[in-house]
């Protein structure tokens, strides 16, 4: 009985601290992302009205501190955060939301409240309701104002997807990759269009949302469904990546797809892509078309200049699996 008090004490005294530092603000005639980029430590902006409908992603940005909320393409939320701070930093990569529980105290941390909990891996990191100091302060997780924390849980889904990027919001040029052969030293005389590539789809769950990550340095991409990898292949990528791009798949009808495009970085605002997008990316035309059998609205495809790879120089992307141990 002690014990549960001690919990309700300090998830009252959690709940008092966050509505006293956190404040929606106003965002007038500014774009969400000049809002976001204003935002003072527990501040947060919110118009969903912008966007009242479509598939969401949310990007969570390291180096700004800031998570901007994309539905359809469009910003509709952007909110200040405290990421990990040294010793306990937060994996940069591409995730999804495994688990929600409004209500949630962490088992790690002796009991400590997580309001409004969207987990992210397995193994400790998630999204919920905190102190934000204004600088990194967490022991991995993504710290949140509890009102957008709140409202934020109400705006997701299970399986949706959750970019944690390190890029500067300034955009960088990066360079187009350089040509690259197939996967392994047998297929290098073959065309990329005729490479080796690998293709499970039955390791996930079919109702799973499908994620593809697409990295330039690698030159190698991901496909997860409900966050366990079911595909790779070989992949060279052309043109400006302008410090990262997604690809939301907003709608499927008898005119073909619709797709959305976004930076990490840069004006963050929606735009509409067109059918020489496409050509940007060069892969194995089998596995082209494994990948658009399983896509569907909400797909979401991530192209970075980040590796994927353990060890490998400069930074690193993660690509959590749900599969992963506790």
């Not at 937060?90 to 969207?118: C, D, R, W």
């Not at 797809?257 to 930076?263: D, F, P, R, V």
């Not at 990490?264 to 892509?273: A, E, L, R």
Request: hydrophobic fraction near 40%.
């Amino acid at each position: 009985m002690a014990k549960i008090t001690r919990n309700l004490l300090a998830a009252a005294a959690f709940v008092l601290a966050a509505a006293a530092s956190a404040q929606r603000i106003p965002l007038g005639d500014r774009s969400m992302i000049e809002g976001a980029a204003g935002l003072k430590a527990g501040q947060f902006v919110w118009a969903p009205e912008r966007s009242p409908d479509g598939p969401t992603l949310l990007i969570v940005n390291l180096a700004t501190q800031r998570a901007v909320l994309f539905r359809n393409g469009v910003p509709i939320g952007a909110s200040s955060v405290s990421t990990g701070k040294p010793g306990y930093e937060t994996p940069t990569g591409v995730f999804t939301i495994l688990q929600k529980n409004k209500e949630h105290y962490s088992s790690t941390y002796g009991g400590a409240p997580m309001p409004n909990m969207q987990r992210l891996t397995w193994r400790g990191v998630a999204l919920h309701a905190g102190k934000l100091p204004g600088y990194p302060a967490s022991h991995g997780c993504i710290r949140l104002p509890h009102e957008f924390s709140a409202l934020l849980f109400g705006a997701t889904k299970l399986g949706m997807t959750v970019v944690i990027t390190s890029i500067p919001a300034v955009p960088e040029t990066t360079a187009a990759p350089a040509l690259a052969t197939a996967a392994s030293v047998a297929d290098s005389t073959l065309p990329l269009a005729r490479a080796a590539y690998q293709w499970r789809p039955e390791r996930a769950n079919n109702n799973g949302m499908v994620s593809i990550v697409i990295s330039a340095a690698d030159q190698k991409a991901i496909v997860m469904r409900g966050g366990t990898e079911i595909g790779s292949a070989p992949v060279r990528v052309g043109g400006d990546l302008g410090g990262g791009v997604a690809y939301v798949l907003r709608a499927w009808d008898s005119t073909g797809q619709h797709w959305m495009k976004l930076q990490f970085s840069g004006s963050g605002q929606g735009m509409d892509v067109t059918a020489s997008e496409g050509r940007r990316f060069e892969a194995p035309v089998e596995f082209r078309r494994a990948v658009a059998g399983v896509l569907r609205p909400g797909s979401v495809v991530i192209v970075t200049p980040e590796s994927l790879k353990a060890g490998s120089p400069g930074s690193k992307l993660d690509v959590i699996k749900q599969g992963e141990a506790p």
